[in-house]
């Protein structure tokens, strides 16, 4: 195996992990407790499914952890074809989004703290609880609007590095351009037309497997340095 095979297959491995671990909180957590514009069902759901809930928090902290190591892979199997576009990566793929998981961690573990009513919250009364784990709740939910910008700007200087280097095959990087595009486009309809997020996101879905297919090829496929044609010549 090549080192740049080796390379390919790490950042494949993290990008698995972080895969699997991701949609559990954004997608699994809230199909599970969640019951839309009913704080009292919703926080009786987490009470009784706390153990559930804190699985969800963990997610979140892990998938911060394997973002940031998939940045980093990613930047070495990319830094001799273009150190800048690489860098533009890691800073919109690591260090912008990282930070927003760790915050959205600490807005679940507020709403966990009214569901329990811990006695310095007895001030409060069961249904103002209810309303302020709500509240915190759907701030987790805009964080991960905003952070959707990030999770398509990142796409860009990715999909550029692709399309330079010689050792993955293009459609991939044009995949993850529309990728990039569906995710600014969920971004924009969280902001300012909630509305109609869910059929955007309908919509949307099937361009956002072109990071299933890079994660897939790199993992599997590796990476194959291309010999130029002159030199083959």
């Given at each position: 195996m090549t080192s740049i095979s080796?390379?390919?297959?790490?950042?494949?491995?993290?990008?698995l992990l972080l895969s699997i671990v991701g949609p559990i909180r954004l997608m699994y957590i809230p199909s599970k407790l969640f019951v839309h514009g009913d704080a009292t069902a919703t926080t009786a759901n987490i009470a009784a499914h706390e153990t559930l809930f804190r699985?969800?928090?963990?997610?979140?902290?892990?998938?911060?952890?394997?973002?940031?190591?998939?940045?980093?892979?990613?930047?070495?199997?990319?830094?001799?074809?273009?150190?800048?576009?690489?860098?533009?990566?890691?800073?919109?793929?690591?260090?912008?989004?990282?930070?927003?998981?760790?915050?959205?961690?600490?807005?679940?573990?507020?709403?966990?703290?009214?569901?329990?009513?811990?006695?310095f919250l007895s001030v409060f009364d069961k249904p103002q609880r209810d309303a302020m784990a709500l509240l915190f709740l759907r701030l987790h939910g805009q964080g991960a609007v905003v952070n959707e910008i990030f999770w398509g700007l990142w796409l860009f200087p990715l999909a550029l590095l692709i399309l330079k280097s010689?050792?993955?095959?293009?459609?991939?990087?044009y995949w993850l351009i529309i990728n990039g595009f569906a995710y600014l486009v969920l971004s924009y309809t969280g902001v300012m037309l909630p509305q109609y997020q869910d059929t955007v996101s309908n919509y949307a879905f099937p361009a956002l497997f072109g990071e299933l297919a890079f994660m897939l090829w790199i993992l599997i496929m590796g990476a194959k340095e291309r010999t130029p044609v002159a030199q083959a010549s």
């Open positions: 080796k390379n390919a297959r790490i950042a494949g491995l993290f990008y699985l969800g928090i963990l997610s979140d902290l892990l998938t911060a952890i394997f973002g940031l190591f998939t940045a980093l892979a990613l930047y070495q199997l990319f830094k001799e074809v273009d150190k800048n576009l690489a860098r533009l990566m890691v800073v919109l793929g690591a260090l912008m989004v990282t930070p927003i998981y760790f915050i959205n961690t600490l807005n679940d573990a507020a709403a966990l703290m009214f569901v329990r009513g811990t006695d010689r050792f993955m095959p293009r459609f991939l990087g």
